[in-house]
């Protein structure tokens, strides 16, 4: 008896092929969350790092995190200023 074949990238496409997606106002409006995303595993990335004795790659972790956490802030502070 065979597999059952599973999703595969044919069948992850678009429903909806005819919208234009030039239109940049949805990624710019989800960049928070995906910023907010990176910034949390890189956080996270540098605790896993440094436990393994990668004291300098889990360094430029943190500090790209702080980073990211910095670019939020200056965006949004009233919802970002208390990760710094």
Do not use: K
């Not at 960049?31 to 890189?42: I, K, R, V």
Request: aromatic fraction near 8%; charge should be negative.
């Amino acid at each position: 008896m065979g597999r059952e074949p599973g999703i595969g990238p044919a069948q992850l496409t678009c429903p909806n092929t005819d919208t234009d997606h030039s239109d940049q106002s949805v990624p710019v409006l989800f960049a928070p969350l995906f910023l907010e995303g990176l910034a949390d595993s890189l956080d996270n990335l540098s605790v896993w790092v440094g436990d393994l004795g990668w004291r300098e790659d889990g360094l430029v972790a943190i500090q790209e995190a702080a980073d990211t956490y910095r670019e939020l802030a200056a965006r949004w502070p009233d919802v970002y200023r208390h990760r710094l």
